[in-house]
């Protein structure tokens, strides 16, 4: 199996496919494909939480099937696009070194790979829509493609070290780190200051992965160029800060 990666704003991972050789995805995400690619949708592997697991994984937005990619009759080549600018990142995945990656962040795997729900918290509907914050945790024995939006930068947190960082910027980070999700301090910060109310808190030792493009900014981005209910629908989903009262109804309900 070969992979390559092309283009910068919008990259594309093709991967040639030997006889023998599969690649997983959850369905509908390939973008192109040679006539000898089949494809097979079965149930994701469960891993070590086993059932709940993979329910986990499901109540928190992701899928209960995977897709396997495979070549018959000799060699074929899937391609995979990136769905927003940033880039794509190939990570070598060994037993007993999982990763956590935002809810989007899974592009493609060989086979061996397990997926199921690593963090989930209700940070408002007007940060991240009705489902809340949540990440991913990758982990089992596999090559794996991870898509982070905009400019990847990276950081080696030796112990004790603690980043705080947006909770939308954080793309990814080795299961070594400690990641929580606080308050800001200050409570005229919290309300009056831009930011939002939430703050990720990333503790070494341990690699972080952060995109400096979120989907939710993006979504705010381009809200004033929709339709009126189209653009109230992408700034309810993508204001990251300023929003305080979306924030607490939604944590202590309507009053």
Not at 135 to 159: H, K
Request: proline share 5%; with cysteine; charged share 15%.
């Amino acid at each position: 199996m070969k992979s390559k990666i092309t283009g910068s704003t919008l990259p594309v991972l093709e991967i040639g496919l030997e006889p023998g050789d599969m690649v997983v995805a959850e369905p509908g995400e390939f973008s192109w494909m040679t006539e000898n690619v089949v494809l097979n949708t079965t149930p994701m592997t469960a891993g070590a939480k086993g059932l709940f697991g993979i329910l986990g994984r499901a109540l928190s937005g992701g899928g209960l099937f995977m897709t396997e990619y495979s070549s018959q009759g000799g060699p074929g080549l899937i391609a995979f696009a990136a769905k927003v600018p940033g880039g794509i990142l190939e990570i070598d995945v060994q037993p007993g070194q999982g990763y956590m990656i935002h809810r989007h962040g899974f592009l493609c795997a060989t086979h061996g790979v397990e997926l199921a729900m690593g963090f989930q918290r209700s940070l408002g509907a007007g940060i991240f829509g009705g489902d809340g914050f949540v990440l991913q945790r990758l982990s089992g024995s596999c090559t794996a493609w991870i898509e982070l939006g905009g400019e990847i930068v990276t950081y080696d947190l030796a112990p004790g070290e603690t980043l705080q960082v947006h909770p939308g910027h954080v793309g990814m980070f080795a299961e070594s780190v400690g990641f929580d999700v606080t308050f800001l301090r200050g409570i005229r910060n919290m309300f009056f200051g831009g930011d939002g109310l939430f703050v990720a808190r990333l503790t070494g030792p341990g690699k972080v992965w952060l995109q400096s493009l979120t989907l939710p900014n993006l979504a705010h981005a381009i809200a004033p160029y929709l339709g009126k209910a189209e653009a109230q629908q992408a700034t309810q989903a993508g204001i990251a800060g300023g929003i305080a009262s979306n924030v607490l109804r939604d944590m202590f309900g309507n009053r």
